[in-house]
């Protein structure tokens, strides 16, 4: 809930501030806690939402429920500490895989795996970082994190995967 | 117009009345003369199977004897694959000449095993090429319906057992077959997701494909000159179109995602793209330029296939949420939805020979199961059930068949069923998965 009110808040700060998103994003910061201490190459911990064993890189994956490339408060948050990362590493690009679960059908699932590095892209763009640093993909079911057939396997595939060039 | 005569017999005029009742009822098909005096028997909407004995082609020699064992082989094995026919061993009087072989054909000997078409040749050398001289004839009418000499290379025998197996479905249905076409799929085989293509029956697998990247929803067009594939070789999923006469690609040089194609005609294909956005399905020609928009709806529009004159176009879309199959009228742009039972429903073929659709339905169950539909929406029928994920149907050519993806046994693996769901089988054994097969037109 807090997590929540918290991405509202940047989306209401950021419509009042007409888009000069850096007071919303340390706002955001604020809210994040111990998730925000991001600086410099992947430790291999655990880094808590948006981290994981398949996340090498200094910024973090974002999840998605079934079917949908609807982005909750947690993945908002997520996208939103990127953002900032982005911003105060501003040499650096990156590359947003989006990723299904292998239910469903292969060729909806390119479509909607392009739709999920798709919204986590344009929801950066809106906090601010140029287009043209966020490159997407999408992978469909083609690429699984975890080969396996149940639903927390389901739930790591379904992501966008950000990848530091 | 029916014809069963006899050719001797005391009386006569009752036994020919009789055994015209006898066709009329019981035979599963019935015989018409055509202009030319040739015959074509119309199977009977539902009918059974046509009876039919192949008998060994006659043949001198060792190498003849050889063509003339894997010509009969080719033909027996096209035939069980169509499964239009019950294929009776011949009795061993069939040729009345002192031999066995030769001489006229006993169709007393016939009509007592029930044959209702005899088929049968001999196999020859004539300049050192194989020529195989056939015969056809329907046994109750005693009459010859077809006879036709087949040549070619060695090489070409089992070619040459399918011109010949085509030319007696053409005969005994009316309807052209699938002999000779053929069907292109993903496989996993080598590591990597390429494309492979294969006989209709599953024979002569040949790798297309060596990019060892990832490969998918390969289709040939309709006059078998382009494929057309999406590949991640340029690292995003790009469509190609291949010539297949110079070897020269083509790529849709577009941003953005470019996948699942499927031809309307021999000079024009759709696929999605989202170069504008939202991801939305294009007219393309050949070359890769694009010829026009197609659809406009927020969410997705993806796996665009045609009817048979190209005037309608079924697809699936989320624009209603999960995704849907809608129908498509090219020249006015109106759209409709198709599917309304299912809460995923995916994959749409239009079969080339009648307005049937199927398509694969994601069920509450957990199973992936193919559905044939008509295309204004009655007829709804589930042809497969009860064994895991069953998906990716594509019609043959003749729409007698479908070709689909299952892992009812594991892995996924290609088979194909009647076009009514009956007669499950695997096309092929091979290593790897194998996936998202497409049926040609005829070549």
């Not at chain 2, 006899?6 to 015989?31: A, D, E, R």
């Not at chain 2, 046994?409 to 998965?433: A, F, I």
Request: with cysteine; charged share 20%; proline share 3%.
């Amino acid at each position: 809930m807090r997590t929540r009110l918290g991405a509202l808040l940047v989306i209401a700060m950021m419509a009042s501030a007409g888009c000069s998103s850096k007071s919303a994003v340390t706002s955001s910061d604020s809210d994040a806690g111990q998730g925000s201490s991001l600086q410099g190459s992947a430790s291999g911990a655990s880094r808590g939402y948006g981290f994981d064993e398949y996340q090498t890189g200094p910024i973090g994956d974002v999840f998605f429920d079934y079917d949908s490339s609807i982005l909750a408060a947690e993945a908002q948050q997520r996208l939103t500490e990127n953002a900032s990362w982005m911003k105060s590493n501003s040499a650096r690009q990156v590359i947003i895989e989006g990723h299904c679960d292998d239910r469903g059908t292969s060729e909806y699932n390119i479509a909607l795996g392009e739709r999920r590095a798709i919204s986590a892209k344009e929801f950066m763009v809106r906090l601010g970082v140029a287009a043209s640093r966020l490159e997407t993909i999408t992978y469909g079911e083609e690429r699984p994190f975890d080969k396996g057939q149940n639903e927390e396997a389901w739930a790591k595939n379904r992501r966008a995967h950000f990848i530091v060039k | 117009m029916i014809t069963c005569g006899m050719n001797s017999g005391t009386s006569k005029g009752v036994i020919t009345s009789l055994l015209l009742l006898w066709c009329l009822f019981l035979s599963p098909f019935f015989l018409h003369a055509e202009e030319q005096g040739e015959y074509i028997a119309i199977r009977k909407q539902g009918g059974g199977k046509i009876a039919v004995v192949l008998d060994r082609s006659a043949a001198k020699g060792g190498k003849e004897s050889e063509w003339a064992r894997e010509f009969d082989k080719t033909v027996k094995d096209g035939l069980v694959f169509s499964n239009l026919f019950t294929i009776l061993p011949p009795p061993s009087n069939v040729r009345a000449g002192s031999d066995g072989k030769g001489g006229s054909v006993n169709f007393g000997a016939l009509s007592s095993v029930g044959a209702e078409v005899y088929a049968g040749g001999a196999v020859s050398k004539k300049g050192g090429k194989v020529n195989i001289d056939m015969e056809v004839y329907d046994t109750f009418g005693t009459k010859l319906l077809l006879k036709k000499s087949y040549s070619g290379k060695e090489e070409q025998l089992r070619s040459l057992g399918h011109a010949f197996s085509a030319d007696l479905i053409e005969l005994l249905t009316g309807k052209k077959s699938f002999f000779g076409s053929k069907i292109v799929f993903i496989s996993s085989k080598s590591g990597s997701k390429e494309v492979y293509q294969c006989d209709f029956d599953g024979y002569g697998v040949e790798q297309v494909t060596s990019f060892r990247s990832i490969s998918l929803t390969p289709v040939l067009s309709p006059d078998g000159r382009y494929l057309a594939y999406t590949s991640y070789t340029s690292g995003r999923p790009t469509l190609y179109i291949k010539n297949l006469h110079d070897n020269k690609v083509s790529s849709v040089a577009k941003n953005g995602v470019s996948v699942d194609p499927a031809w309307r005609n021999a000079s024009e294909l759709a696929t999605t793209l989202s170069f504008e956005g939202d991801q939305e399905i294009y007219l393309v020609r050949p070359d890769g330029g694009i010829a026009r928009r197609l659809t406009n709806s927020k969410g997705i529009d993806v796996s665009p296939t045609f009817s048979a004159d190209g005037r309608q176009m079924a697809f699936v879309s989320s624009r209603n949420g999960l995704p849907q199959i809608f129908i498509q009228d090219m020249q006015s742009g109106l759209t409709r939805r198709l599917t309304y039972s299912g809460r995923y429903n995916t994959q749409p073929s239009w079969s080339p020979a009648g307005d049937k659709i199927a398509y694969s339905t994601w069920e509450k169950t957990g199973e992936i199961n193919i559905f044939v539909i008509n295309a204004d929406g009655s007829g709804l029928k589930r042809l497969t059930s009860g064994v895991r994920e069953n998906e990716s149907p594509s019609w043959s050519p003749d729409g007698s068949m479908i070709v689909f993806t299952s892992n009812r046994q594991g892995g996924k693996k290609l088979y194909v069923m009647s076009s009514n769901g009956e007669n499950q089988r695997r096309l092929l054994q091979m290593d790897g998965d194998q996936m998202q097969p497409s049926w040609s037109l005829f070549r």
